[in-house]
């Protein structure tokens, strides 16, 4: 069965560049690291510069952190950041305790 094939925007493609000059990976492993971590590139939503998502890919490859495990901490954060009341509420809560 064929892989299917996955399409990356200019700025994924920019990551993989980056990887291939700052890295030394090749261009097929620049874009085979990319497409590992696709979905952790997509859900990040490419705020930083390639670079930045470059060398961060490289380190987790090194250090065998899987994709799964980068989008379940992201998952977490995202759900920590939902409950979080704001500053405000904390605010009031110290100065009600005063």
Not at 6 to 21: C, D, K, N, P, T
Not at 85 to 95: D, S
């Amino acid at each position: 069965m064929p892989k299917t094939r996955v399409r990356l925007s200019l700025y994924e493609r920019g990551i993989a560049e980056a990887l291939v000059s700052h890295y030394r990976y090749t261009p097929h492993e620049a874009r085979e690291l990319v497409v590992e971590y696709i979905a952790v590139i997509r859900k990040l939503s490419g705020y930083e510069q390639c670079l930045h998502y470059a060398e961060l890919l490289h380190r987790a490859r090194e250090s065998g952190y899987a994709p799964s495990a980068w989008l379940q901490r992201i998952i977490e954060i995202e759900g920590g950041e939902a409950r979080d009341r704001g500053i405000g509420a904390e605010q009031q809560e110290y100065l009600q305790s005063r």
